[in-house]
């Protein structure tokens, strides 16, 4: 009985895994460093080997200097939420409070009453 | 497969919504673009007035992925062809400004593989290291800002003495003259001060798309290493920025929170709104991230301090 009910588990393991599995089958990126600012424009084609739909997905961005970022699809921009920080050792730490640079490339339009 | 071969690296994970599902077993097209500040270092630190300014680029051969990357190209532009040294992980090859690296097969998620590129750059490094903008709320139907400014140049620091022959000779190293900021269409009254008093070098022309350009000309051309301190100031009109909801008598204010300084980097941004006297019930703005507090300030016409 504690067999099978090991078996489900990771059964039900194997599924979850598969079930959010996102390749990136192809990334170009164009990085442009004419100005003083580092300019990075990547095109990825995400792929969803997994067994159902996904409504979200995950980008990373590398280091702490980060000024500025839109992500789109179809020439649409996309919301993206910064959701945790990702050391290189694969050690993930809780995130802090993330305010990155505002820079002032574009506008940012602030409302308060 | 390839692997991590640098140890110096952390990442920022994004989760993006895409709007519509995409299905089992389909792709989906997604564009990224980041741009980063202080990638850059000068190198060498310091030049001289008739040196040309050297810049390494710090980065990696590999697109930042949380996941594994079947196959990945890169294309870099440089200011010109003057590139000193790269980095290598082949295959690389480069033809006049322009570097490519790759294509690089199936490399793991968040891979990293450390890229320095050491070229030639007559870019302005410029960076506001601190900006403090006051936007006043006014009853005589205006809304003032003022906007203070501590401006760096970031690139090599200037050796030796600086020489205003030579400067008029042409020899002009790194140096930055002027720089530009971009403000509402709607913009009067425009001044540019510092602690001495009102800087006249200053132009201002309407742009195609209805922005006031404003050109700002220090006291001195600046060389890197050094900073100039000042501030700017301008009116605009309250009806085109103030709305109110006659059933509340609620008035809401939607500005700008930062101006468009051009390729500069904003590096600490503080904003004070300054209400009219008996303003109450005053709500943060509604923009995640920020930081927000309420104090009394005393106006030129107060009696008991605005809100």
Known sequence: ?113 | MIDDDDSASSFKIYTVRLKTTVSANSSVSLKVHAVYGRAFSPKPDEITQSQRQLVVYHGSHFVASPYKVDSQTTKIKTPSSNVLSISQRKPVSRSGDTTELGPYKNVQAFGFSSLQMHFESSAAFLVVSEQLREVEISHWGNVAVEEHYTLHHTGSALKGAFSRLDYMHGVRGNSIEEFTQFLPGDAIDIYYRDVIGNISTSHVSRTDDNRVKFELKPRFVMFGGWKTVYYTGYNLPASRYLSVDDASSRYTLSINLINDLGEVLTEQLETRFILPEGATYVLPPPRSGLTHSLTNSLARSSCAGAQ
């Open chain 1, 1 to 113: 009985m504690q067999v099978v009910r090991v078996l489900c588990i990771v059964a039900l393991l194997a599924v979850a895994v598969t079930a959010s599995g996102i390749e990136v089958r192809s990334a170009s990126r164009t990085l442009s460093l004419t100005s003083s600012l580092a300019k990075e424009t990547t095109e990825f084609v995400y792929h969803n080997s997994g067994s159902s739909s996904i409504s979200t997905a995950e980008i990373a961005v590398l280091g702490e200097n980060l000024a500025y970022l839109v992500v789109s699809r179809d020439g649409k921009e996309l919301v993206a939420t910064y959701a945790r920080d990702h050391m290189h050792n694969g050690v993930t730490y809780v995130a802090r409070t993330h305010s990155s640079s505002p820079c002032s490339l574009g506008t940012h339009t602030q409302s308060t009453n």
